[in-house]
């Protein structure tokens, strides 16, 4: 998993149980799932739900 951009604007870079990698925000669906991304952070990514992806 990367994270990357500046301020409140961060995106993140997942890689899938499939070994395919999307790019996320905040509010984005998770491909093949009802899980959005609710919040991302220095630290890592929370998903609507409740699980937290960090590295």
Known sequence: ???????????AVLRMADGRQTSVTTGSQLPGTSVTVKSISLSGV?????TTLTF
């Open 1 to 11: 998993m990367e994270i990357n951009g500046k301020d409140k604007r961060l995106n």
């Open 46 to 50: 929370t998903l609507s739900d409740g």
